[in-house]
């Protein structure tokens, strides 16, 4: 998701519920033939200080994503998950189960989590732990974050927000217009003035985005909301 989360033990060289979205992300359908969720977990990283500021957490990485930003930096675990192999979930969660004594909290991360099949199913069995969990997500599928909140899947849901508007066809492969990222973001700044401590919002100053482009992002915060800006880390493909 991120470019300064850290990076999966897959060792990579680099380092979904709802029927509305099929129609603007086709292309990751097929890798959620079997409905397994869990089938998607590519990385485990059992120990993180920076991927919940303020938290050791343990940072569950699902394969796969919506978008096809060219600067991503997950890009194999985002578009081509099944290069790598799949863990063993029952595995993880026995590793989480062992160390929830110290563990603050777990992120669900990704690729794009709000993809997955049976995304709820996931939350609910790491809800069990009785740790936190912290959902990163493009903020392009903001029913399911509605529902994550609504169900109060998670704790925090960390809003990866690219840029203007009017550069989102450029930040994201054309996967998405920028009347559509509009739309799909506000719905989530909506509900961030709703649950304003469920949010954090993030921008990664990708080489395209300009310092005015930045402010023009935290412009479209809702009010008391602040962007925290990520260094860029160019790819390693
Ligand atoms: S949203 Fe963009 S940067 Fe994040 S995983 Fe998907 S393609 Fe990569």
């Given at each position: 998701m991120s470019t300064e989360d850290s990076t999966p033990f897959y060792k990579s060289d680099h380092c979904s519920l709802f029927t509305d979205h099929c129609s603007l992300f086709t292309d990751h359908c097929s890798l959620f033939t079997d409905h397994d969720p869990w089938a998607m977990l590519r990385g485990y990283e059992p120990l993180s200080l920076c991927d919940w500021p303020g938290k050791v957490t343990a940072v569950l990485f699902f394969g796969g994503c919506?978008?096809?930003?060219?600067?991503?930096?997950n890009a194999r675990l985002a578009w081509e998950p099944q290069s790598l192999p799949p863990l063993d979930a029952g595995e993880v969660l026995k590793k989480i189960d062992q160390d929830k004594t110290w563990l603050d909290g777990l992120v669900i991360t990704g690729g794009e989590p709000t993809i997955l099949p049976e995304l709820e199913q996931v939350l609910n069995r790491l809800k069990s732990f009785n740790l936190p969990l912290k959902l990163d997500t493009n903020g392009l599928r903001p029913d399911v974050v509605k529902l994550v909140l609504e169900k109060d899947l998670a704790r925090v849901i960390a809003v990866d927000v690219k840029g203007p508007w009017d550069k989102y066809p450029q930040l994201t492969g054309n996967k998405v217009s920028s009347q559509k990222a509009q739309e799909c973001l506000e719905a989530i700044f909506d509900m961030a003035i709703k649950y304003p401590h469920c949010f954090m919002f993030r921008c990664t100053k990708v080489p395209d985005l300009t310092e005015d482009d930045l402010q023009i992002v935290r412009s479209?915060?809702?009010?008391?909301f602040s962007l925290k800006e990520q260094a860029y880390i160019e790819p390693n493909i």
């Open positions: 919506n978008l096809r930003c060219p600067t991503c930096h479209y915060l809702p009010q008391g």
